[in-house]
């Protein structure tokens, strides 16, 4: 008996040192530490000094909209009031500059983690918000149109969660195959376009935040690479965080389409339930970056 367990605590411990990698499975939704900042920041407007202005700083400069995030800086000033308007005019909010009740919603979903806009070298001017679709800065595009896509992750992943995820991303390219000249073909990396499952900090610059708030991020053409964050609650069937029309909206990143501010279109930052058709907006925006 006792020689069993040694025979077996052997067994997990190589397990555990051939594998360290827990499986990716969908989990249960949390509510990030983000979204309680803001909840503590409902009110806050300029001039005033309150913890989590820092954090908002640093938010509205991963998104595009200031230039400065230092997120020792507390103070609620000219240029986070400034980003914080341009942020709500993009969103289709009421321009207060005021971390309002609607704000708080709209910064609560969870997004992708690609920027909406570009920011110009002074927070005080104007940005430029797009009035529909937008492109990467440059207009960057791929110079074929018959792609090779394959898997490559950090973390391991159950059989038929892969599964699962292989089918969906699938679907996802054929649906943008289906409006453009593109075609997909699978292979074992490397490839044209890489996606994979990462957790935290995965080595590309841009870490992963936990459950419920970045979702996934792609690179412009022609880098190719696509991450999803391991620690979200996917699943196939829009109950949670359906992981097809994440996919769909990363897709449309490594085509070279940015964020769109119309309401409803794949392209659209934040996630608001299951999306899995194009609308006319990202048909227009691919077809007019191709010239198709």
């Known amino acids: 008996m006792a020689l069993n367990l040694l025979n077996l ?3 997990f411990f190589l397990l555990f040192i051939v594998n360290p990698f827990p499986f990716v ?3 249960a939704l949390q509510l990030p530490v983000f979204t309680k900042t803001l909840q503590n920041l409902r009110g806050v407007h300029k ?5 989590g202005v820092g954090e908002l700083r640093s938010y509205l400069q991963h998104f595009g909209y200031l230039t400065n995030g230092d997120s020792s800086n507390d103070n609620f000033d000219n240029n986070v009031e400034s980003a914080l ?4 005019e993009f969103n289709h909010l009421r321009s207060t500059g005021v971390v309002d009740d609607e704000t708080i919603k709209r910064m609560s979903l969870p997004r992708c983690g690609m920027p909406d806009i570009v920011t110009q070298p002074n927070a005080n001017q104007l940005l430029v918000a797009p009035n529909n679709y937008s492109f990467f800065p440059g207009q960057p595009k791929w110079r074929k149109f018959a792609l090779t896509y394959g898997h490559m992750s950090s973390v391991v992943l159950s059989n038929n969660f892969f599964s699962s995820v292989r089918a969906a991303k699938l679907r996802a390219l054929q649906t943008w195959a ?3 000249n593109f075609t997909f073909t699978e292979r074992a990396p ?3 376009i890489v996606y994979g499952f990462h957790r935290g900090d995965h080595g590309d610059g841009y870490p992963f935040d936990g459950p419920y708030g970045v979702l996934a991020h792609a690179f412009a053409p022609q880098n190719g690479r696509c991450h ?3 620690d979200e609650p996917w699943d196939f069937n829009g109950q949670n965080i359906d992981f097809e029309t994440v996919a769909l909206h990363e897709c449309g990143h490594l085509l070279g389409l ?9 392209m659209e930052a934040t996630y608001a339930g299951q999306r899995r058709s194009l609308t006319q907006d990202d048909i227009d925006g691919i077809r007019a970056l191709y010239q198709f």
């Not at 308007?85 to 709500?88: A, G, L, N, S, V």
């Not at 940015?258 to 794949?266: F, K, P, Y």
């Open 9 to 11: 605590s052997i067994l």
């Open 25 to 27: 499975e969908p989990r």
């Open 47 to 51: 001039g005033q000094k309150a913890n």
């Open 85 to 88: 308007k341009h942020y709500q």
């Open 178 to 180: 289906r409006v453009t």
């Open 190 to 192: 490397p490839a044209d």
């Open 228 to 230: 999803y964050d391991a």
């Open 258 to 266: 940015g964020h769109s501010n119309t309401r409803g279109s794949v």
